[in-house]
């Protein structure tokens, strides 16, 4: 290692984990959702360090170019990524440096990427390891003994995450400089606000998978099941990381937090009472669901302080619905919003903080006509307090409908390019333009057109694209 440049950080291991994402997230990120950190890598890295085994971190969020990345991963044996399809650009790049620089380095990879499109990795020698599926019951022994595994593996997951240890948060990467630290008020090791509750944030998972089938996710075709963390769990780390670190907001980045009433209702007995602070949270369920277990659902609202409520709504058109197999009906959506804004409004009136929609909303879906788009514009404009998340539909590998168009030849997004860019034009044969008019506002007449109270313009998703 005697080689390593002057301003690289001095190795403690001479093993590598690499954070990935895209280069200067955690420099000067253009918002605050490139800056969520990974809970893959902090819950391995941890296990790793639980078990004696050291590793050093780099990531290509924070640096600017590979040139910068390049002395930081330079002098190590072993080279550790979790790769999403949507970090698999910075993976390969990442991979092929690490080689040019350490020929005789180890590349051992894991991740959804991994799981669901091992084809595409294999053929790519930098890769020395590919484990499928969940990594923490074979993380160790794959780093200890990398021989006896061969180059694809499967990975062992634990039965329930009861199982998992909490992540020491010390271990995941910083934000660097002075400029974004001042302007998100980074309190590292938790997150920055984004908008969406008070800082610091505590991210935390209480569920691995969610049951459903929707074809553009469908993840529990490729996530085995796993049992809930315990409630009681849940609360304690979040009681640790305030008298350690503080806590302002709470992020719950479950696929699907409002799943299990069982387990929901004992949320709702022990987090008013157990938790340090009733902090407020952002959490994600579903329209059928909230239509199902309304007072469940009311009752979280407002006891526990569920003030970011996340709805996959995708679509206002039940052609559309029934296309993604979401099981959800628009008078599902509909019913929802209508809650939710009751609900907003009494809180309001007692003078609480009401609960805003986090809506997921999907355009561009392969076989959606313009109606259908004018449709979804006029759900959104029912939400009274709602901040739009919208996304041109992307064909990610593993999900029902990315697999066929990627199969078909139609999927636009290649291993060069999962995603970059909010409107980067994803499926062949989409009218992306018509899309950007949609959203600029040029259909705001046909979109109104039956609307009769609610009435509001086009600003409320002019800049609500997202990545995707
Ligand atoms: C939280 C979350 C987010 C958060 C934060 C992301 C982050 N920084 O971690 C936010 C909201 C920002 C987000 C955004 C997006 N996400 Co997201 N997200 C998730 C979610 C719900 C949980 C991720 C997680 O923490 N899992 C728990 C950890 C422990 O699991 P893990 O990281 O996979 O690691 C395990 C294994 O993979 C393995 N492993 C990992 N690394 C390694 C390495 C080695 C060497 C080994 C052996 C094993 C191994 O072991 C680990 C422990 O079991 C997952 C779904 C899910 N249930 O996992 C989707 C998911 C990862 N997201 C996905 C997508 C597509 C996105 C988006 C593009 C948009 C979208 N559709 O949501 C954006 C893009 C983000 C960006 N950077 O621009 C997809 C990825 C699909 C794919 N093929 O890769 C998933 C699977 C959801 C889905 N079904 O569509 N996401
Ligand atoms: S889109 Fe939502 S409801 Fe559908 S399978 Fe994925 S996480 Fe579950």
Redo the contacts with the bound molecule.
Sequence with gaps: MSDFWPWAKKPKSNILWLDL??LGDLVNPGGP??Q??????G??RTILHENDIQTDLASTRTVTSWEQLAPQIKGYDML????????YPSALKAAQLYKELNPDGLV??????????PDEMMEIEEFD?I?Q????N??VD?VRNPDAYPRLLQ?K?ARTMAEWPAIDRELWPQPQGRKIKRRFKWKWPMEPECGWGPGPVA?I?TS???PWQCVF???NSY?PNMGRRPVEAVIDELNYLDRKYGVGSVVI???MFFQNPKWLREWLELYPTKARKRWSYWAAGRADTVRQWPDLFEALVKETNWRTVSIGFESGSDRILRLLNKEVTEEDNYFTIDLVNRIGDELEAAGETPPVFWSNIMLGIPGEEREDAYKTMRMLKRMKRVMPSI?FY?P????ALGNQLIAEGKSLMSKDNY?RFPDDEKVKGVDYQFYRELLAGKFDAEINRGLTDMLRGADLYEDALI??
């Design positions: 994402g895209d959702h490139e969520w950190q990974d809970h893959g890598l819950l391995l550790l990524m979790n790769v999403r399809s949507y970090t051992m990879t894991g991740g959804m990427h991994a799981t669901v499109a390891k484990c599926g969940p990594g923490e074979v993380i794959l990975g997951g991210t998972l691995r998978v969610c996710c469908n993840e996530i980045h479950d696929s996304a992307a990610y590998p593993g999900s995603h990545k995707a």
